[in-house]
Every structure is written in C-alpha cells, then in structure tokens.
C-alpha cells in the first residue's frame, strides 16, 4: 500500500513539473508554479527557509521521500530502472554494494563551493531539478545550442547511469542526495529488518535499486535508502516493515537498539549532521511572439544580436550579481517567456543562466510571466507598474545604421512603439524642417523593454539597441 501511495505521488509530482516546461498558455503556472518552488535547491537560493525546513523535517521522519516523490530527476531515474528491469534475465539484477562516500562528499565539496564563489553555472549543472528542466527544454524547443548539448550529455550520462544501476546517479552524483542523506540518517520511520523472521534470501537486496540492503548482515544504510518500499513489496516472509525505528529489538540477530544495531555508527551521524548543519547555514548566509517588420523599409531577413556591454535580464532580477547568485539556470522562465526574448546564456561565466534579447521579440510592459514562475528567487515577482517603471538598460542609437541617415528616407518605428515615451523624432538638420528625422533617447525615461530594438527595420543590425544595467533602477 506504501508503495502504491509512493508512486501515485511521485506521478503526479512528475507531470506537474513537466507540465510547467511544456506549457505554453500560462495555466499550469498558476494552479502547479508550487512543485517548482518546493525543490530544494530552488528552495535554499530563494532564502525559502520555511521550505527548506519543511523538506528536512520530511526527511528527518519518513527519509528521502524527497528523491522518490518530488524530485522529477528522481522519479525519471525511477522510469528508466523500470523500463530496464522488465527484461526477462535482469529482473533482479541489483545487489548491494557500499557507500562510495569520497565520491558523494567530493561532489558535495564542489557544489557548495561552487555555490558560495558565485560559480552557479557549475552547480547547476549537477543540480537535479535544474538538470531535469533544460532536458524538457531543449526536446520542447530542439536547437545546438550549448544548453542542449550539455542537456542531452546530461540525459545520456543519467539514462545509461539508471539503466544499469537504477539510483547510482541519485546516491553517487547528486548533491541534493547527499545533503539529504545526512538528516535520513535519523529518520524516524524506515525499513526495518527482522532478523526472526528472515531467511537471508535476498530478494530485498536483488530488488533495492539503491544497492543499499545488505541482506547478509541484515543492515541498510539509511543515508541511501530512498524510502521507495520496493524490499518491503518483495519479501515474501515479511521481514521487512516500514515502522518506527527507534528503540527497535528486532535487528542484528535481536539485539536491542542500546547494542550493535543503533551505536555503531553514532559518532559518525552526529559529525555529519553537524558538518552537514554548519555548511547549510554558512551556504544560506552567504547566498543572503513573434514580430513583424512595421513600416517595410527593408527586406525582412533575420536580425543578428548586437554586442552588449553588459547583459539584460529582467525586471525583478534586481541586480546581475543577485540574478547570477541565485539563478539554477532550470530554463522554466524560458519556457515561459510568450515573448521569446529569455534565451540561455552562451557565455561561459554564465553558461545556461537566461538572458534577453531582442530579435524575436520584446519584453512587453504588462507582461510578468518570468517573475512568477521563478522558483529560486533570481526573479522576484513584481507587478506590471513595478516593471513598467523598472530600468533594466538604456536605448542606444547607432547612426550608420539608421535609415534616415543611410538612406534619407522617413522611419521613426523607434518613436513609435516605444511604451514609455523615451525617444522623440528631431530633424537631422535643425535648420532644415525638410530633413529626415533621427531619434534622439531620454535614457532616464528609457526601461530597457527592447520594443524600439526589436521593431527597428534596419538589418541585421538594428539602429538602436538595448545596453544593460548592473543595477536595475526605476524613475
């Protein structure tokens, strides 16, 4: 029942964050944006400490139901294994093998350091949920790009990983399996062994797809353990329960809980817990549509992206060092964007993070899909006034590539579409009424939206453009 309960769950986790990938309306957003905001690395960049809380208590009582159940890269290695194991000859193909814990913990040293440099490229490449979301990605929107290259490297290292293994990447590679393999260590309710009753016929052991039972000496090590139920399922003597496991008398051979079974390892959980306690706390501290060409003055070809100094991200960002920081680079506001302005970073010190851009599109004003689908806190959710009044860039005019001045003829598109009345139309000769007009910008009145860059009909490069600022400020 457990089992069935676990998988129930773990299916609707799963298409609810798939969902949020894949939907282009903005309904699943508004009724499923909270499976994302519930993952735990979104969780510890947002500063979501009520979040984060809750997923250790929920570790602390029943272990990683987190991997099993929430986690969609969990769950996708839960698939795979499954599709795997339904050949004939490898139905019980797994055995128990022990912790490779100078691979885990390494991997974990990494991530946290990566994540305290500000190296958040680096960490969201091992980061699950995010790993998951630019697959779905890049098989919804399929292109060369970096993003999906590393994504589809990404898919095949975890598919071949789950196809001969099952939970190797979850308990090898998967630094959120680490972390919460510390507090599981102390879970409260688990799989218990009743040495009484079994007959060391390890099927639980041949069936543990986190090679975790080791059924010879009637032990599992909890800190891998994902709570999956599957022994439970396939003991056929009923050795195995899924109880309260403190001051348990049924383990090694009936020895009390005071004996072999709870004091072996004490001394070990109580520095990990505390080492694990201490780089969480010092980690969070330190973390504190397309267009078309209006006015058909030049033939309609593809625009290429000019060179910024600095890069635009959106309204609610704040600041390029706060998006930076706390970004996962998941590609969820991507996905989201029904603008096609957000496009994963190429750079290599922002490798997958979002950017904008504005060839296919520009940031409209009342749109704020981005800012209430970010789940990690890089976007903070604002509201149309707050972005329209919200300067993430400043316009620039390039004059050798304005219509006017190449080739004498009217335009003023810039004018025209821009939202916030920051560029006016002066003759290009003051003296002479009779003379095309060029635009002149009121950076100060200027949000960086892209309407005026985007709309601009010089190819392919645009007249005008948007430079970003560090800082996002308002007027």
């Known amino acids: 029942m457990l089992r069935r309960i676990r998988i129930i769950f773990a299916t609707l986790f799963f298409l609810s964050v798939t969902a949020l990938f894949i939907d282009s309306t903005g309904m699943a957003k508004e009724w499923l944006g ?51 194991g339904l050949r004939k000859k490898k139905k019980s193909r797994f055995s128990y093998s022990g912790e490779k814990k100078w691979l885990r913990y390494g991997i974990l040293v990494i991530f946290v350091v990566a994540l305290v440099a500000g190296l958040t490229p680096l960490a969201a490449l091992l980061a699950p949920y995010s790993s998951y979301g630019r697959m779905v990605s890049s098989v919804v929107s399929p292109s060369l790009s970096p993003v999906a290259i590393v994504a589809a490297v990404s898919f095949v290292v975890v598919a071949i990983m789950s196809w001969l293994g099952g939970r190797t990447y979850c308990n090898t590679i998967c630094p959120v399996g680490t972390i919460l393999g510390f507090f599981s260590r102390f879970a409260l309710f688990r ?36 709570a999956c139920m599957d022994c439970i399922k396939n003991c056929k003597h009923g050795a195995l329960t899924f109880r309260y496991a403190l001051n348990n008398k049924a383990c090694n051979n009936g020895k009390s809980s005071s004996d072999k079974c709870s004091n072996e390892n004490t001394d070990s959980s109580r520095r990990s817990f505390l080492t694990l306690s201490a780089t969480l706390a010092a980690t969070s501290l330190i973390k504190a549509q397309e267009k078309k060409v209006d006015g058909g003055l030049a033939a309609i070809e593809d625009k290429k992206k000019p060179e910024r100094a600095t890069r635009l991200v959106p309204p609610g960002a704040k600041s390029l060092r706060h998006f930076s920081q706390h970004c996962t680079a998941c590609q969820l506001c991507v996905s989201e964007c029904p603008n096609g302005v957000l496009h994963p970073s190429t750079n290599l010190d922002t490798l997958m993070q979002p950017e904008m851009s504005y060839e296919d599109g520009y940031c409209r004003p009342e749109c704020t899909r981005c800012s209430e689908v970010c789940p990690a806190g890089a976007i903070r959710p604002i509201t149309v006034a707050e972005k329209s009044s919200t300067r993430i860039g400043h316009a620039v005019w390039i004059k050798k590539n304005c219509l006017p001045v190449a080739d004498g003829v009217e335009c003023g598109n810039c004018a025209r579409h821009c939202p916030s009345g920051a560029i006016f139309m002066v003759h290009i000769d003051a003296n002479d009424n009779e003379s095309p007009k060029i635009p002149v910008i009121d950076t100060e009145r200027c949000i960086g939206c892209g309407a005026c860059e985007n709309l601009c009909p010089a190819r392919p490069f645009s007249a005008i453009y948007v430079e970003g600022h560090e800082r996002h400020g308002c007027y």
Request: charged share 20%; net charge positive.
């Open 34 to 84: 909270w499976t994302a905001k519930i993952q735990f690395l979104p969780a510890l960049l947002a500063l979501n400490v009520v979040t984060v809380l809750a997923l250790v208590v929920l570790t602390l009582l029943v272990g990683r139901a987190y991997c099993s159940v929430i986690c969609p890269l969990g769950v996708m290695q839960d698939v795979i294994s499954r599709i795997s």
């Open 191 to 226: 799989p218990i062994i009743d040495t009484t009753k079994c007959n060391s016929c390890k099927r639980c052991a041949k069936k543990c797809k986190a090679s975790c039972i080791d059924a010879k000496n009637h032990r599992i090590d909890y800190s891998r353990c994902v």
